[in-house]
């Protein structure tokens, strides 16, 4: 290789560098971030709580956060996850939920049908809603029905007030119905 051919080459690779935030030697430059990629999925947090573990030393303490996740568009997924710091929480939370993430079915806006469902000392009872109601829910319930894309519900929460149960009853009461277009076998 001729000298003309490895500055040309060697101005190639530098020019093809430029631009990307990085130096010749492969770092970052100062100031320059990457760009976040925009996720398809709307997430909420619904609770951060501090969870305390006793240690021979004393006790440890970590965060617990519980995340909610949707498109509104029928998909919905809930993560839980614990983490040493709220936002490491948070974070995990949210990669758990992307792991979740589960297609319901809905019939104009609503659900399809009543169901009464249970999940350990949560009962939840859902009724489809003519279009205008809106979301007649409380609580953890009435998130995860928006970021879902039910727009027009009525919903009682009966029995217990845990958020991460009425979560876990919530999207397990959306993933019930059958999807649209199955077919019994």
Same mark, same amino acid.
């Given at each position: 290789?001729? *000298?003309?051919?490895?500055?040309?080459?060697?101005?190639?690779?530098?020019?093809?560098?430029?631009?990307?935030?990085?130096?010749?030697?492969?770092?970052?430059?100062?100031?320059?971030?990457?760009?976040?990629?925009?996720?398809?999925?709307?997430?909420?947090?619904?609770?951060?709580?501090?969870?305390?573990?006793?240690?021979?030393?004393? &006790?440890?303490?970590?965060?617990?956060?519980?995340?909610?996740?949707?498109?509104?568009?029928?998909?919905?997924?809930?993560?839980?996850?614990?983490? @040493?710091?709220?936002?490491?929480?948070?974070?995990? #939370?949210?990669?758990?939920?992307?792991?979740?993430?589960?297609?319901?079915?809905?019939?104009?806006?609503?659900?399809?049908? #009543?169901?009464? &469902?249970? !999940?350990?000392?949560?009962?939840?009872?859902? &009724?489809?809603?003519?279009?205008?109601?809106?979301?007649? #829910?409380?609580? #953890?319930?009435?998130?995860?029905?928006?970021?879902?894309?039910?727009?027009?519900?009525?919903?009682?929460?009966?029995?217990?007030?845990?958020?991460? *149960? @009425?979560?876990?009853?919530?999207?397990? @009461?959306?993933?019930? !119905?059958?999807?649209?277009?199955?077919?019994? @076998?």
């Amino acid at each position: 290789m001729s *000298n003309e051919t490895k500055n040309v080459n060697a101005q190639e690779i530098k020019s093809s560098r430029e631009g990307k935030g990085k130096k010749e030697s492969g770092r970052r430059e100062r100031g320059v971030r990457r760009e976040r990629e925009q996720s398809e999925f709307e997430a909420r947090t619904i609770e951060v709580a501090r969870v305390t573990r006793v240690m021979a030393g004393g &006790k440890r303490m970590r965060f617990r956060a519980l995340v909610v996740l949707g498109d509104r568009a029928g998909r919905i997924g809930y993560g839980l996850a614990k983490g @040493a710091d709220v936002t490491v929480a948070v974070n995990k #939370a949210q990669a758990a939920a992307k792991r979740k993430v589960v297609k319901i079915a809905l019939h104009e806006g609503t659900i399809p049908h #009543a169901v009464t &469902k249970k !999940f350990k000392a949560a009962k939840l009872l859902m &009724k489809p809603a003519p279009d205008g109601t809106g979301i007649i #829910a409380g609580g #953890a319930f009435r998130t995860v029905f928006e970021l879902a894309g039910v727009r027009n519900v009525v919903s009682k929460s009966l029995g217990s007030g845990n958020k991460t *149960n @009425a979560v876990k009853l919530a999207v397990s @009461a959306l993933n019930s !119905f059958k999807k649209s277009g199955s077919n019994p @076998a």
